[in-house]
Structure formats: structure tokens, C-alpha cells
């Protein structure tokens, strides 16, 4: 990836789907600035919708030397950050942000119970053919609006039924 152009590695990146459980060791592959901006445009941890990047550029930081810093690339790993937020179990007592603010934690536990629900709660009507013209309006209307949302397709990977 260090070898692209960076016009194809950001176009690659538009097309990232939300990370689920991905692995806790950093690969590096990507610049620090690719994660950063991954996590801010809300297309891996969609559940931060609300982060807002001009907050944390008037911030400055302190590095350990006390000399303020503005370049938040040098002093956040944000590789590190994203995957340890993208962890299922990333609050729970004995993880690494066990003490986070709860409202966090309950954000994230929201967000991944209506993700389930979506994704495995409506599969028997899908599959009946009965209501495709909503189903598909439905679809329009969520990714119009930014939402990503499994397709049929999808879910006929997860529950292991053949294609239609």
C-alpha cells in the first residue's frame, strides 16, 4: 500500500466498510492521517457520528518534553485508536477502555444491538419476497442518508443461504 499513489490508496478508502472486531495489532500499513481521517469521516466506527475534527486541531497537546504541539498526527496513534474502539468487547471490565465515559460505551452498545437486530431480526421476510418493493425503498432512503446497511446479498452470506 506504502507504494500506491495516494489518490488510489484515499479512493480505497471510500470504499471501507465499518470495522467490525478487527485485530488489536497495528499493521501500519496505512499513514497515521488515512486512520485519522477514516475515523473522523465516521466510515469505520460509524457509532462516532458526532466527532468533530476542528475541536481536536484547536487542542494543543503536550508532549512529554512539555512543548505544545498542534500536529496530532506525531502525538495519537490512530491506527491503534481506531482498532481498539472497533473491538466488540473494547469496554467491558479487564479491556483497555473499561473507563471510558459510560455514555460512550452506551452509544457503542446501542449502535452494535440495532446493527444486530437489523441485520438478523427482518431475514424471514426478506426471504419471502413480500415486501421487496419496501425493502428496496428502504435500502434508497438509508444510503441517501449516509447509513450503510447489509443488502441481500449480505445476508444470505451470514445465515448461509444460497443466492437468489
Same mark, same amino acid.
Given at each position: 500500500m506504502k507504494k500506491l499513489p495516494m489518490e488510489i490508496v484515499e479512493h480505497i478508502c471510500l470504499h471501507l466498510h465499518p470495522f467490525s472486531d478487527p485485530g488489536v495489532a497495528c499493521t501500519y500499513e496505512l499513514s497515521p492521517n488515512i486512520w485519522r481521517d477514516l475515523l473522523f469521516r465516521q466510515q469505520l466506527l460509524p457509532w462516532l457520528? #458526532?466527532?468533530d475534527p476542528a475541536i481536536l486541531e484547536s487542542q494543543p497537546l503536550q508532549h512529554s518534553n512539555g512543548q505544545p504541539s498542534y500536529s496530532k498526527d506525531d502525538f495519537w496513534d490512530w491506527e491503534q485508536l481506531v482498532r481498539k474502539l472497533a473491538q466488540v =468487547?473494547?469496554?467491558e471490565p479487564g479491556n483497555s477502555l473499561e473507563n471510558a465515559p459510560l455514555r460512550l +460505551?452506551? +452509544?457503542k452498545r446501542i449502535w452494535r444491538l440495532l446493527d444486530e437486530g437489523r441485520r438478523f #431480526?427482518? =431475514?424471514d421476510w426478506i426471504w419471502d419476497g413480500k415486501y421487496q418493493k419496501e425493502l428496496e425503498l428502504f435500502y434508497e432512503r438509508?444510503?441517501?442518508s449516509g447509513l450503510i446497511l447489509a443488502r441481500d446479498e449480505d445476508l444470505n452470506v451470514l445465515s448461509g443461504r444460497p443466492r437468489k
Open positions: 457520528w #458526532d466527532l =468487547e473494547a469496554f +460505551r452506551n +452509544r #431480526d427482518i =431475514e438509508c444510503e441517501a
